[in-house]
């Protein structure tokens, strides 16, 4: 197990975009496994690597099963029905805010070994997933609030406040 630092608002690193990855190696694979231990620890709902300072495409999500799905050189290829949702992140502790998502949102992507996937995520997941490729492309969410709110709106929101 290896946790990794993570990289807070005010770095600038979290607003640049990450470069493909083109090595599927053993790197990439401790990367993941680094990323994997270090939501766990953290208690977040997804993770992309350039929240742990590396700039590479390559996030992971937690899925309502409670496995993680690992993303690499993820895109979202549909996506439906805007809703307002509460979000929160990782590398911004203690902010919250209101934020437009898909309800629905299809993503390919590579696994560890390079092979392309399709995953569908609903609600929370699919949120999720455009918030971990928003890191990739700099995006943070704070640019997209269009509400900020506190803890208890968070949880009267959604019924939890894990982390994206
Ligand atoms: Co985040």
Not at 103 to 126: D, K, M, P, Y
Request: proline fraction near 4%.
């Amino acid at each position: 197990m290896a946790l990794r630092k993570l990289v807070y608002d005010g770095d600038s690193i979290l607003l640049k975009k990450s470069r493909p990855v083109t090595a599927f190696d053993a790197r990439l694979h401790t990367l993941l496994d680094d990323l994997r231990d270090t939501l766990i620890e953290a208690e977040g709902a997804g993770l992309a690597a350039p929240q742990v300072g590396v700039l590479r495409r390559a996030a992971i999500v937690l899925l309502p099963d409670g496995e993680f799905a690992e993303l690499i050189n993820p895109e979202i290829i549909a996506s439906d029905n805007i809703e307002e949702g509460a979000e929160g992140c990782l590398s911004f502790p203690n902010i919250w805010g209101v934020v437009p998502r898909p309800l629905h949102a299809t993503v390919r992507a590579q696994n560890r070994h390079g092979e392309f996937f399709e995953l569908s995520g609903e609600g929370i997941t699919a949120r999720a997933l455009c918030h971990e490729i928003d890191h990739l492309n700099g995006v943070v969410f704070t640019s997209l609030v269009t509400r900020f709110i506190d803890a208890d709106e968070v949880i009267a929101m959604r019924g939890g406040g894990e982390d994206e």
